[in-house]
């Protein structure tokens, strides 16, 4: 799959997530028709049916593009000499201040759900919340 594809899984599932009420009935018909082979045209086509779910996907597509794209670039600092020298921090420290290591992966996360599981669910939205939540707690587990 290309990245373009997984990003618009992501910020397809993690709309979905963050809808605080479940799915009109006539739009999870429409999800419950979606079987285990559907294509990213499908993902498009639903999350248009919702327009709460299309402003969450469109804030959520806009934010792993830009995060994608910054992450491809590394760290953007030209090296200053003078600033160098008289500089006393550790660069470790200046480094781990950003860290989000701690974080759970929402990439991992989405790829281990069984997306047409949670299509055809009588509640996607609540199906996705317990799924992602499941995933996180059994993450925090390993740890």
Same mark, same amino acid.
């Given at each position: 799959?290309?990245?373009?594809?997984?990003?618009?899984?992501?910020? @397809? @599932?993690?709309?979905?997530?963050? !809808?605080?009420?479940?799915?009109?009935?006539?739009?999870?018909?429409? @999800?419950?028709?979606?079987?285990?082979?559907?294509?990213?045209?499908?993902?498009?086509?639903?999350?248009?049916?919702?327009?709460?779910?299309?402003?969450?996907?469109?804030?959520?597509?806009? @934010?792993?593009?830009?995060?994608?794209?910054?992450?491809?670039?590394?760290?953007?600092?030209?090296?200053?000499?003078?600033?160098?020298? =008289?500089?006393?921090? =550790?660069?470790?420290?200046?480094?781990?201040?950003?860290?989000?290591?701690?974080?759970?992966?929402?990439?991992?996360?989405?790829?281990?759900?069984?997306?047409?599981?949670?299509? !055809?669910?009588?509640?996607?939205? !609540?199906?996705?919340?317990?799924?992602?939540?499941?995933?996180?707690?059994?993450?925090?587990?390993?740890?």
């Amino acid at each position: 799959m290309k990245d373009t594809q997984n990003e618009i899984l992501e910020a @397809f @599932f993690l709309a979905l997530y963050q !809808q605080t009420e479940p799915l009109l009935a006539n739009v999870q018909l429409e @999800f419950n028709k979606t079987n285990k082979n559907f294509k990213i045209s499908d993902i498009l086509r639903l999350k248009d049916l919702h327009p709460p779910l299309l402003a969450a996907y469109k804030e959520n597509y806009s @934010f792993l593009k830009s995060h994608s794209s910054q992450r491809s670039k590394g760290l953007e600092r030209k090296p200053n000499p003078k600033a160098e020298k =008289n500089n006393n921090i =550790n660069s470790e420290s200046e480094n781990s201040a950003g860290s989000n290591d701690d974080l759970p992966d929402v990439s991992k996360i989405i790829a281990q759900i069984d997306k047409t599981e949670i299509l !055809q669910a009588v509640n996607s939205v !609540q199906a996705i919340k317990d799924k992602i939540l499941s995933l996180m707690a059994k993450g925090l587990d390993h740890e």
